[in-house]
């Protein structure tokens, strides 16, 4: 049973409870650098490499895929066509560049495996032994694949995931439409519930979505950057932020410390 104010906690997953925000990364970087190299003439200021610092965290990190497709060119002036959802990963489309990224996403998960962050997993056991609701918000469409591949999926409540976005018309980051309906479908209130981001469109959908406490996780150089979209919390790692913080600044809001 809950006994203590905080009902609910949302979790991102890549980045936050598995290490799969280097391999979206390592997917985008093959992906948007051979499509750039194939159509750019060599020396072209918009065939620069892409980096994680300058390209991937403002344009990509935690948005849906082909919305990230499109922030990224449109950084590099170039405007493609929508295309189609079966697109090819060698048309040049919005949705062929994604479906590429995808692909190479699968091929490296199947190479390399997924790396778990044991601290995640230790804190999300301990708020469900509190009696606090757990569930996952994602972005990707891969979100289930990765939880069922990692064995990680029955540790939550709901996942609301790139799918579910496509189902039920929701919003991309940072508008917190998937960090609402998994608080809808735990049956908690986000004024009384927790989220935890690594991204910074994540971190400005959880404070727009209003929730009681937003925890940036910072496992890069992206520390103040999250601060500055409005995080409560910023720690490098979730084993710097334990239970008991986390209870005591839900009692003082709850007026009860």
Known sequence: MNTWWCEGAIF???????????????????????????????????????THDEDYVPYVDGKPRYDGVRSFLESRGISLPEGSDDDGPDAETVRGVGNAKNIAFRRIVERDGVEIYDSTVKLVEELRDRGVQVGVASSSKNARFILETTG?????????????SVELGLKGKPAPDIFLTAAERLSVHPERSLMVEDAFSGVEAGVNGNFALVIGVARGSNHEGLRERGAHVVVPDLAEYSIVEIESYFRKLSGTD
């Open 12 to 50: 991102d997953l890549d980045g936050v409870i598995t290490g799969t925000a280097r391999t979206h990364f390592t997917a985008w970087k093959e992906t948007f650098e051979d499509f750039l190299g194939n159509r750019l003439d060599a020396g072209d200021e918009a065939s620069r490499p892409f």
């Open 152 to 164: 990680l999926l029955d540790l939550f409540g709901t996942v609301v995931d790139g799918v579910t």
